[in-house]
């Protein structure tokens, strides 16, 4: 499958972070945000969240919560600042790399990830540094979409997604919940919506 380099993916969603938040109204619709809001106000204390892009998920975080979001493309990061302007929360954001994270190990209460499992280069390592940088006892969130567990709607991911890959170099049909294995997370809850296309994971962090 051909896909952008990660320098062009970044150039891309520096490009198009004015109407990304346009594009991500479809599935809120369909009911994404219910399940954002869910999950992800199970946040706690010191949090990371990693490809933050424009900051959706801002809104759902309980107000207490120290917020670091980092992403690779400033363009999303400049409107994930002005929105936790808005929301009047605690926030720190960093141009920074998922699958190579500038923390120490045991730094985060809540690490938070969503939809960038499909675009990121190397998926498992950046699940491995999710769970490295966050303690023990905290826990990992992950809201993410791949291959739908109906094979006929599978199937019909399979034979565009490597047209689909080309634009911003989303990977619709990876398999989501072989990477968290992979990266030797715990699961504590899973659940799939939309055909099982979305995912909603929690996790605690890998033994290292």
């Known amino acids: 499958m051909t896909t952008p380099s990660k320098q062009e993916i970044i150039r891309n969603y520096d490009k198009y972070a004015h109407w990304y ?8 619709l369909l009911g994404l945000n219910r399940v954002r809001k869910k999950l992800f106000r199970e946040a706690s204390g010191n949090v990371l969240e990693v490809a933050a892009g424009t900051g959706n998920n801002l809104r759902h975080y309980p107000k207490d919560c120290k ?3 980092i992403d690779l493309s400033r363009g999303m990061l400049k409107r994930a600042l002005q929105k936790a302007g808005k929301h009047k929360l605690h926030v ?3 141009e920074m790399d ?3 994270l500038g923390f120490s190990d045991n730094t985060f209460d809540t690490v938070v990830d969503s939809l960038s499992l499909c675009t990121l280069k190397e998926p498992v390592e950046a699940l491995k540094e999710m769970s490295r940088v966050c303690k023990p006892s ?5 809201l993410e979409h791949g291959r739908s567990s109906n094979e006929r709607v599978g ?3 399979d034979k565009r997604a490597d047209k689909h890959a080309k634009r911003l170099g989303c990977i619709w049909n990876r398999n989501i919940l072989k990477f968290v ?3 030797g997370l715990e699961f504590i809850s899973r659940k799939r919506y939309f055909f099982g296309i979305f995912h909603a994971i929690k996790v605690k962090p890998g033994q290292v």
């Open 98 to 100: 998922a699958e190579r």
């Open 92 to 94: 720190s954001i960093q």
């Open 138 to 142: 905290g826990r990992i969130l992950l």
């Open 155 to 157: 199937r019909w991911q």
């Open 67 to 69: 917020i670091t979001l």
């Open 181 to 183: 294995e992979e990266a």
């Open 21 to 28: 938040d346009f594009v991500e109204r479809f599935p809120e």
